[in-house]
């Protein structure tokens, strides 16, 4: 695959190459000292003169490395391709997405351990691909997938009760294959009996992350009344983007004539953080379903999208 002519200007400094492969070492990576040895010896030597490295030199660096060290460049660059897109609020062109995706599909199937993932509490499947968390700053990188085989596996009447939720972190979504609806709410809370109430979420596990695939949570009914306004309802088609605020109310599902979705999602607590994170659900509940993150291998779902892409090439 080429490096797409609007990435190779794109740039990584050596703090964010260390942050990078800090979380490839603490979150994706079982034995990293391997990891660390290629920093070390290939990307740092790169560094030597320099402040900061074009990803057009990373490139040139892959073609003389083995296929493991290949994959770690893979996750290295798309991070740093997905920040630099994120501070310029830009999407992906067709060729992009394209280049994208063999990035994470490179770096998951090949990375062992890294096609594991969870169905979350909203009905679809989250696999980590980053994650940084340091002096209150948090960015974790996620690919998450809709599609038919994944509802049959999830109660899709409690997913719809509890669809609308807020989030902790700004966030950005880039949509690689297929459609997404989303939609956005105004919440008014109100003293008034109403038919929806705010529920928080209650950890049993120490752990938000998702690459822990131990950890529960589960609503509880926090007793706060609202009224729920839709404010739109907008389709976002491949190569599109959208972005949401930190506390704001949404819901993000698949349209029914679509087989499959996956959109690569960036949370963000330096665009903006919200006290705390909702999902609203029936007033009458006092508790919220029970969601267990047991770890599923996406490998076969992986591998379908793959040839989604390399059937459109053709």
């Not at 200007?9 to 079982?30: E, G, P, T």
């Not at 990307?43 to 296929?67: C, G, T």
């Not at 290949?70 to 280049?99: C, G, P």
């Not at 997913?159 to 989030?167: K, M, T, V």
């Amino acid at each position: 695959m080429n490096l797409p002519y609007n990435f190779a200007d794109f740039v990584i400094n050596l703090k964010s190459l260390q942050k990078i492969s800090d979380s490839l070492a603490r979150y994706f990576i079982k034995n990293h000292q391997e990891l660390d040895q290629f920093i070390q010896l290939e990307i740092l030597d790169l560094l030597s003169s320099n402040s900061e490295i074009n990803i057009s030199d990373l490139w040139k660096l892959r073609s003389q490395v083995n296929r493991l060290h290949q994959a770690f460049l893979d996750r290295i660059i798309l991070v740093a391709i997905v920040v630099e897109a994120r501070r310029k609020l830009r999407n992906f062109s067709r060729e992009e997405t394209d280049f994208v995706w063999k990035l994470i599909y490179n770096s998951t199937v090949t990375i062992a351990g890294n096609t594991i993932g969870s169905i979350g509490s909203q009905g679809f499947l989250v696999i980590p691909l980053f994650r940084y968390e340091e002096k209150g700053v948090v960015q974790i990188l996620r690919l998450h997938i809709w599609c038919r085989k994944i509802d049959e596996m999830v109660n899709l009447i409690d997913n719809h009760s509890f669809s609308i939720h807020s989030h902790l972190y700004f966030g950005q979504s880039w949509i690689l294959q297929g459609n997404l609806v989303d939609e956005r709410f105004s919440i008014i809370e109100t003293s008034e009996p109403s038919v929806t109430s705010k529920f928080k979420i209650d950890w049993d596990s120490t752990t938000h992350n998702s690459t822990d695939f131990n950890r529960k949570s589960h609503l509880v009914n926090t007793g706060k009344h609202v009224q729920v306004i839709q404010k739109w309802n907008q389709v976002y088609n491949s190569e599109e983007m959208y972005t949401i605020d930190a506390g704001e109310f949404h819901r993000s599902t698949r349209p029914p004539s679509t087989e499959m979705s996956a959109t690569l999602f960036l949370f963000d607590s330096m665009e903006g953080q919200a006290e705390k994170s909702f999902v609203l659900g029936p007033s009458k509940d006092i508790h919220g379903p029970n969601h267990n993150y047991n770890s599923l291998d996406s490998y076969p779902l992986l591998n379908t999208i793959n040839k989604i892409f390399q059937n459109e090439l053709e």
